[in-house]
């Protein structure tokens, strides 16, 4: 095992080839341990016959020819240079024996016969046919020399057959393994040509997820290179929420999990300088058994690594159209539910009371009470036409038809104006209608019908869920190239996980404890649209108990805006109103003032009592 490692550590790092590797390994082994015989040989022969002649230096120096070789493979990776030494040194130190010695000669000769094995452990052809043809002419010019030509001719045929058996034999090897190595380069071809079909990333990890080697092809998909996943590279553009995950599936896999999948977020493409961008990947891993692998380690898996970005964001597409067909039908069976009750209510007075009146049995004989029934199904019938309007705006923004008609307006007449439709119905809950304006409000280009709408729409909720004794303030502010519309109440509030909702069509949020007010849930939907096609924006502030506040952002000319600027969906930020004050800013400070005079003047602005 010792030898082993210490074979393994003296390979060129430049040998990555599994085959090449274990070549390199036996043949720096095999070395070592005829260096280390020849140490132990020339210590024996020293100590028994004492100071070597010249010749007996000479085969001496020759013994350690392996160690040479170990140094040329070592330093070079270059593994037929070292059998060339090799070679030479295994052919003079069987001259050197022959000639030392010469009873000894058949013996020593008989070394060349390895020649031909020493150079096919190279996995060269060529050199192997050098050593055989460098043998065969050691061996005749080594017999000659040492016992002449007419002696022992028994000796030389043996060696010669012995040198042509071991050459032959030599070649056939070489030409097996060539044979066994084109295969296995066929099969790798194919393999490769199957991973970069599929597209998908090969790599071989250890235990603890670093890449040891990366297959031909499949990382392009990923915006990688293969060099960019080798050791830690892989680890590391891991998103750092994922790597858990990753590590566990590949521990898993290590002690012999069959198939183990993790799902993570891989960094492609972007340098570490630059802000990142995440891809999804799947990574499948398994362990490699020896019987498949018989170089890696036990404890080595497999790993196939499959960009599923597009499947992930196909999902993500597929979950938000199931959403948002949920979300249809939702609003679909809220609209059947509040709009048919809208319906049905008004509809009902005004053919019950219709009937009364068109009866000569049943209408009342006192004309007070005839001009009662008359309003009733009057009052009924501007309902129902509200709420047809809502419905008909609704769908004309979400179909794209509805169209504006821009001019010149002042505000402070729109919101007077408001402020008068809504004055009864205040006053009939109990409510004070404030206004705030500036005297130097800009004019603003706008359509005037869909301002008009969007005040009587939030003036209307804010009046109808504030309790008696409350106050709706209506305030407007230049900011810039816009106008601030904001409608404060002192009403009942919106709960939290209401708020998300508000402005979804037919979507009614819930007071504080159960619901008491009727309505479509068109009201803002209906001015959402009505922003957003104005290029506006919408903040909404609020919690139970503690009234809302609602402002609505437009531009001063919203014709100057891009197209793009403009949907039929105003974007809707909310957040949650904390216990401090009610009416939020200035108007908190204006709660504790006088409020129930006809006016007065702070901060050279006139706040007026509808």
């Not at 393999?191 to 670093?210: I, K, N, P, Y």
């Not at 309902?383 to 504006?404: C, P, Q, R, W, Y």
């Not at 508000?502 to 009614?508: A, E, N, R, T, V």
Request: charged share 20%.
């Amino acid at each position: 095992m010792k030898l082993n490692a210490l074979a393994s550590a003296l390979t060129h790092k430049s040998v990555c080839d599994p085959v090449e590797v274990l070549r390199h390994r036996i043949f720096i082994g095999a070395r070592l341990a005829l260096g280390v015989g020849a140490l132990v040989a020339s210590i024996v022969w020293l100590a028994g016959k004492g100071a070597p002649t010249p010749v007996e230096a000479l085969a001496i120096a020759f013994a350690f020819a392996p160690l040479l070789c170990i140094f040329i493979v070592s330093r070079t990776g270059d593994l037929p240079a070292a059998a060339g030494m090799g070679l030479v040194g295994l052919i003079g130190l069987s001259l050197s024996l022959a000639f030392a010695n010469p009873a000894f000669a058949p013996f020593a000769l008989a070394l060349l016969v390895l020649s031909p094995a020493e150079a096919a452990i190279a996995g060269s052809s060529r050199l192997t046919i050098a050593a055989a043809m460098a043998a065969a002419s050691a061996l005749l010019v080594g017999w000659q020399m040492s016992l002449g030509f007419t002696s022992g001719l028994g000796w030389f045929a043996l060696l010669f057959l012995g040198l042509a058996f071991v050459s032959a034999a030599s070649l056939g090897a070489l030409q097996m393994q060539r044979l066994v190595r084109t295969i296995a380069d066929g099969r790798a071809g194919r393999h490769d040509a199957l991973v970069q079909t599929l597209g998908d990333c090969v790599l071989e990890m250890d235990r603890s997820g670093a890449v040891l080697r990366a297959g031909p092809g499949g990382a392009e998909s990923l915006d990688l290179s293969a060099r960019e996943l080798m050791g830690r590279g892989l680890f590391e553009r891991i998103h750092i929420g994922d790597r858990p995950a990753f590590l566990k599936a590949v521990s898993d896999a290590a002690i012999g999990a069959v198939n183990v999948c993790a799902s993570v977020r891989l960094r492609v493409g972007a340098p570490r300088d630059c802000a990142p961008s995440f891809g999804r990947a799947e990574i499948r891993v398994r362990r490699i058994e020896a019987s498949q692998h018989p170089v890696a380690s036990p404890h080595h898996v497999i790993g196939i690594v499959r960009d599923v970005t597009a499947r992930f964001e196909h999902e993500a597409v597929l979950a938000q159209a199931r959403s948002q067909a949920e979300s249809t039908n939702l609003w679909k069976d809220r609209f059947l539910a509040n709009v048919s009750h809208e319906l049905r209510t008004p509809l009902n007075a005004i053919i019950g009371f219709s009937e009364i009146l068109a009866s000569e049995k049943l209408a009342p004989v006192d004309p007070v009470r005839s001009r009662e029934y008359a309003s009733i199904i009057n009052e009924s019938g501007h309902h129902l036409l509200s709420v047809v309007n809502s419905i008909l705006d609704v769908s004309k923004m979400e179909a794209g038809s509805f169209t504006l008609s821009p001019e010149a307006l002042d505000l402070a007449p729109l919101v007077d104006q408001s402020c008068d439709i809504l004055r009864l119905k205040a006053e009939d809950s109990g409510v004070v209608l404030i206004r705030d304006l500036p005297v130097d409000l800009p004019e603003i280009v706008a359509d005037r019908r869909a301002l008009k709408q969007i005040l009587i729409n939030l003036m209307s909720n804010a009046v109808k869920f504030t309790p008696a004794n409350g106050r709706v303030l209506v305030r407007i502010r230049p900011e810039g190239a816009s106008l601030a519309i904001s409608v404060t109440d002192t009403g009942v509030g919106v709960c939290v996980r209401d708020l998300a909702r508000l402005g979804d069509p037919f979507f009614q949020a819930e007071g504080d404890y159960d619901r008491r007010y009727e309505g479509t849930g068109l009201g803002l939907s209906v001015v959402r649209g009505l922003v957003g096609l104005h290029g506006g924006a919408i903040s909404l502030e609020s919690a139970p108990g503690e009234g809302t506040r609602v402002i609505v952002k437009l531009p001063l000319d919203f014709r100057t805006l891009p197209e793009a600027n403009r949907t039929a969906q105003a974007r809707i930020e909310t957040c949650a109103r904390g216990p401090a004050g009610v009416l939020a800013g200035g108007a908190a400070r204006l709660r504790g003032d006088s409020l129930m005079t006809d006016s007065f003047m702070r901060d050279e602005k006139v706040i007026k009592i509808a």
